[in-house]
């Protein structure tokens, strides 16, 4: 059992009741342009965390407005494309951590480059060329990656050094093979916070999220991620927090750790 975890939302997303999300999670991802908000929506994104003390980290994504970053594009892009755009969305949030005079926490891809990234090595290594530049740029050589344990990700980061934070998500179900059901399947997001606050103390507490088929999949985390476009994130977020303080676990961003 874990005695502290971090709880993140995604944020800047122009699809999200943003301000009052900062009044309860620790860590907030922040969209740069690619999939959503990105300009002057970034920046009022940064505002508010700054203002409620969240954590601020960059959530690049695969320039695609139109598909809100959901659909794969990894065919349309070579590895440097891939860097070059991590690198230029990610910077854009560290750029505005800077004029709010506060450092980018992490780094979290959105969506479908997320996934990608989660299980191709090849897309794993193409991430970290851009937020290898970003991190040389931002002066942070330690800047942390999220994503999920035992993933392509994760390993690419053993491999390079780059730290590590395993997330596990509250509001979406997971296959056997512990991955995230797609999206476009039935029951991929769970919507009744009863079942969302069991899924989320079972991985913290027990360190075990149950799949669709039963099974019971080894699962440790360091953050737990609620979506802020699931309808009731809010009021979903609140009880989450409300769980994990009742069953004695702090609820404090990874770069706020003792």
């Known amino acids: 059992m874990s005695d502290v975890i971090d709880l993140n939302a995604d944020v800047g997303e122009e699809c999200g009741d943003d301000e009052a999300l900062f009044g309860v ?3 907030a991802n922040v969209a740069a342009g690619g999939h959503a908000g990105g300009g002057v929506v ?3 994104a940064i505002r508010l965390a700054v203002a409620s003390s969240v954590a601020i980290g960059a959530h690049p994504s695969y320039p695609d407005l139109e598909g809100f970053g959901r659909v794969s594009r990894a065919h349309e892009h070579d590895r440097k494309a891939i860097a070059s755009f991590v ?5 854009a949030v560290a750029s505005a951590c800077a004029r709010h005079g506060v450092a ?3 780094v979290k891809a959105h969506g479908a480059l997320y996934n990608d990234a989660m299980v191709d090595d090849g897309l794993s290594d193409a991430l970290l060329d851009g937020l290898a530049r970003t991190a040389a740029d931002a002066g942070d050589p330690g800047l942390p990656v999220m994503g999920m344990p035992g993933s392509s ?3 690419a980061c053993l491999r ?3 730290p590590f934070i395993a997330e596990a998500f509250a509001d979406r179900a997971y296959a056997a093979d512990g991955t995230l059901v797609p999206r476009t399947a039935p029951g991929a997001v769970l919507h009744e916070t009863d ?3 069991h899924q989320v103390l079972r991985i913290v507490c027990e360190g075990v ?3 669709v088929d039963g099974s019971a999949i080894r699962m440790s985390a360091s953050s737990i991620c609620v979506h802020g476009d699931t309808p009731g994130a809010v009021g979903m977020a609140r009880e989450v927090r409300s769980a994990l303080e009742g069953a004695g676990i702090r609820v404090v961003a990874p770069s706020r750790w003792p």
């Open 42 to 44: 970034l920046d009022e």
């Open 160 to 162: 390079r050094n780059v």
């Open 153 to 155: 990700l994760h390993r």
């Open 25 to 27: 999670v620790t860590s």
């Open 195 to 197: 079942v969302v606050v």
């Open 87 to 91: 690198h230029e969305q990610s910077m």
């Open 209 to 211: 999220v149950i799949a």
């Open 104 to 106: 980018m926490s992490h």
